[in-house]
């Protein structure tokens, strides 16, 4: 069984559509994260949630807007889309917001044409 | 930010042998854990470590916890084909709830 999955793989998109990433987590954790992968594969945070609550929110523009309906379920929903919102986002839960071992979705390739 | 530097960047080695890699910080880390992506693929916890001089296996996988809480090591033992990978290291700070990812090693297995 998937611990963390995320959809889509894959999703091409052209500049200015809105778009939305799903993710889903069966591990029983309370917190979940997204991060972004750039294309020299560096990590970067943009959210975490702990049981439905927002608690860390990076400098990321406001067109990128996290919901979190259950503790198992985190969706990116991004408005606006840019060139430069093309990369690898990664979902991503841990126990608690004080355990740091954290487990990663498959990642969604984002890219904007 | 918080910056984790990664050495080496890439490394290209053999078949069994071994591997060692390093990773940074400038300031103390309170845990340092080890993951490793593979293409296409999300990163995968490999170890964690949470106390200063800390010595945990997995496998062919040991990794430590610096003694001055500012660095952290990987070795690999007699690499094999499935080795390959890029390698991240994070930790986090002091002070700082969130998880900062170093910048990657990348291993490949020349036949």
């Known amino acids: 069984d998937t611990a963390v999955s995320q959809t889509p793989k894959y999703l091409v998109t052209q500049m200015g559509n809105d778009k939305s990433i799903k993710c889903e987590q069966n591990?029983?954790?309370?917190?979940m994260y997204w991060y972004k992968q750039d294309s020299k594969k560096f990590l970067k945070i943009m959210f975490s949630?702990?049981?439905?609550?927002?608690?860390i929110n990076e400098t990321v523009p406001n067109r990128f807007s996290p919901k979190s309906p259950d503790k198992a379920h985190l969706n990116l929903h991004i408005n606006s889309l840019e060139l430069g919102d093309s990369a690898v986002y990664f979902c991503?839960?841990?126990?608690?917001?004080?355990?740091?071992?954290?487990?990663f979705g498959p990642g969604t390739r984002l890219t904007v044409t | 930010g918080q910056q984790l530097n990664q050495s080496p960047q890439s490394m290209f080695i053999q078949e069994g042998e071994d591997v060692s890699m390093n990773c940074t910080s400038s300031?103390?880390?309170?845990?340092w854990l080890w993951y490793k992506q593979d293409p296409g693929e999300g990163p995968v916890l490999l170890i964690a470590?949470?106390?200063?001089?800390e010595l945990t296996s997995n496998g062919r996988l040991t990794a430590q916890f610096g003694i001055t809480r500012k660095d952290s090591f990987l070795n690999i033992s007699a690499s094999i084909p499935s080795d390959v990978g890029i390698y991240f290291c994070?930790?986090?700070?002091?002070?700082?709830?969130?998880?900062?990812f170093g910048t990657g090693t990348r291993l490949t297995i020349i036949p």
């Open positions: 991503a839960s841990s126990q608690d917001p004080r355990s740091y071992e954290q487990y």
């Open positions: 591990l029983g954790h309370d917190t």
């Open positions: 949630y702990n049981n439905k609550e927002l608690i």
């Open positions: 300031s103390i880390f309170n845990t």
């Open positions: 470590l949470y106390k200063a001089g």
């Open positions: 994070a930790g986090r700070p002091f002070g700082n709830e969130k998880l900062t």
